[in-house]
């Protein structure tokens, strides 16, 4: 007894659909901000109300059954529920977008309450819920660990941080030896001076991590951008740049952009693990980028790198993105 | 003349623009100094690989700022941004004691350079808010800028993360801008 909900126009569907006529209608009215302002505080939560209302009584299911039964696992259906979620009137619902991992069957339980679904006549619905529930308060403790991470800046003090960072060394360089801490060489791998301590800067620790894994997991993926960067004309600093990514993709986190991505590949919660491969993602994709794109010099680092943004941007913005390194073939 | 022509006519005099030029050695606060004049977040600054370009109103200028990085490597391409340069701030890690050397020539090697002649330079001691940063005064010695006389010429001490101190430039910045235009 599948669901032919899917075969309606839900709620969210026609808000969406409203949206479009509406940005027509903004278009043609002189007072922009006005009209906003009447829109937001007036039409939707109104319409939304009566529409939700109709199709709750016409289907005899709630929004969220609606959309856990019509949809597939993935962003399309994460993203409606987390829309359906953070819009609710309901406390609890609301507070079910930002519930710890090992709370989250609680909160699918609690939502079925104050919902009324019954697990006998829909008996996917809490597994569908809980994934959804997984991974968007996952999305939002994955941003707190990683803002964690850059807020921890490289310390020379600090015994592991040096190990990592001679670490990065040896998976890049390994039949060169590194002459002293302090060195010029660090600039054959992209360093700016000579000691690499004062290049993590605001993505500190986040930026050396994501180095070393896309190192480890792609090593030889690794050495060969490492190589194409030390190109006479098309070169670039392999370990800044790297860190200019760190800040992409960081960037891309926060601003709730790579949900999409993260929602389709994650299967539960979206971990630390997702991120720094997407960060090699990033890195891999941006050196085919720089090469194929033939810049003139590094000074035009900048502009294409803006180019690269907006192309990854519209990549993320994709229902069906996701985003995985996948290497050529040749050597 | 009606009231209109005249509300035109100041709507149609655009700011002056002022093309400067932000130099000095990497990791030396030259983005975090541009993204405050801005009045942008400068907590997720990463090395500058190539060049930022930012535009700022102050005091009736309109401030083209072009913040070039300054690792070693891509030096050499400074030369490139120096024609029609109204103003060179050249920035310094005062605390980074070890490099003074290298800082101090590099600036030596900009005042040289013929297409920066008469440009007036503007130098922050930048990091002031760490323990260990030098001086304004120690500084201006160590450079011998006393020794400079065919520019006007400033240190000014600065913290380009709390904002300390950049007002202060960048006052002597339009001041200088006007005095050389006249």
Not at chain 2, 35 to 58: C, M, R, Y
Request: proline share 3%; glycine share 6%.
């Amino acid at each position: 007894m599948h669901s032919s909900t899917a075969y309606f126009l839900d709620s969210i569907d026609i808000i969406d659909y409203i949206d479009r006529c509406k940005r027509l209608l903004r278009a043609n009215t002189g007072d922009v901000k006005m009209f906003d302002y009447i829109w937001q505080h007036l039409f939707t939560p109104f319409l939304r109300f009566w529409f939700k209302w109709f199709l709750r009584h016409f289907t005899g299911k709630c929004e969220l059954q609606r959309i856990c039964g019509g949809y597939r696992p993935g962003a399309a259906r994460t993203l409606r529920a987390e829309y359906s979620l953070e819009s609710s009137k309901n406390k609890v619902l609301r507070a079910a977008v930002s519930a710890e991992e090992d709370k989250v069957e609680e909160c699918a339980m609690a939502i079925m309450k104050e919902k009324k679904v019954s697990s006998q006549k829909d008996p996917a619905f809490k597994t569908s819920l809980q994934v959804c529930l997984m991974q968007i308060s996952g999305y939002k403790i994955l941003y707190g660990s990683v803002e964690e991470l850059r807020k921890q800046p490289f310390d020379c003090e600090n015994n592991s941080h040096e190990t990592m960072l001679l670490r990065l060394w040896d998976l890049l360089m390994p039949s060169t030896k590194l002459e002293s801490r302090i060195t010029k060489q660090w600039g054959d791998i992209g360093f700016q001076g000579d000691d690499p301590k004062t290049d993590f800067r605001g993505m500190g620790m986040l930026g050396l991590t994501n180095l070393i894994f896309f190192s480890e997991k792609y090593t030889d993926v690794a050495r060969q951008v490492l190589s194409h960067s030390g190109h006479p004309k098309l070169g670039y600093s392999y370990a800044i740049v790297g860190i200019n990514l760190t800040e992409m993709v960081f960037s891309l986190l926060r601003s709730g952009a790579l949900k999409p991505h993260f929602y389709n590949t994650a299967f539960q919660s979206p971990k630390m693990e997702h991120f720094h491969q997407l960060y090699c993602y990033f890195a891999y994709e941006f050196d085919k980028f720089w090469v194929e794109e033939k810049p003139e010099s590094i000074m035009e680092f900048n502009r294409y790198r803006e180019k690269f943004h907006e192309k990854m941007k519209g990549l993320l913005q994709q229902p069906d993105v996701s985003l995985c390194l996948t290497v050529d073939s040749k050597p | 003349m009606g009231l209109l022509s005249i509300l035109r006519k100041l709507k149609s005099s655009p700011d002056q623009e002022v093309r400067i030029l932000l130099l000095g050695l990497d990791n030396g606060g030259k983005t975090t100094l541009l993204k405050q004049l801005a009045s942008e977040d400068i907590s997720h600054i990463t090395p500058t690989q190539g060049f930022n370009i930012k535009s700022v109103q102050s005091q009736g200028f309109k401030l083209n700022v072009w913040d070039i990085g300054g690792q070693r490597k891509i030096r050499p391409y400074w030369r490139n941004y120096f024609e029609n340069t109204d103003m060179l701030i050249y920035v310094i890690d005062s605390a980074d004691r070890k490099r003074f050397d290298e800082t101090g020539q590099e600036l030596a090697e900009l005042l040289d350079e013929e297409k920066l002649s008469g440009v007036p330079v503007l130098i922050f001691a930048n990091k002031q808010d760490l323990l260990t940063a030098a001086p304004a005064s120690e500084i201006a010695e160590g450079l011998n800028l006393h020794t400079i006389r065919d520019r006007l010429w400033q240190i000014q001490s600065c913290s380009a993360l709390t904002g300390e101190g950049i007002q202060e430039g960048m006052n002597w910045v339009c001041r200088s801008v006007n005095a050389k235009k006249k």
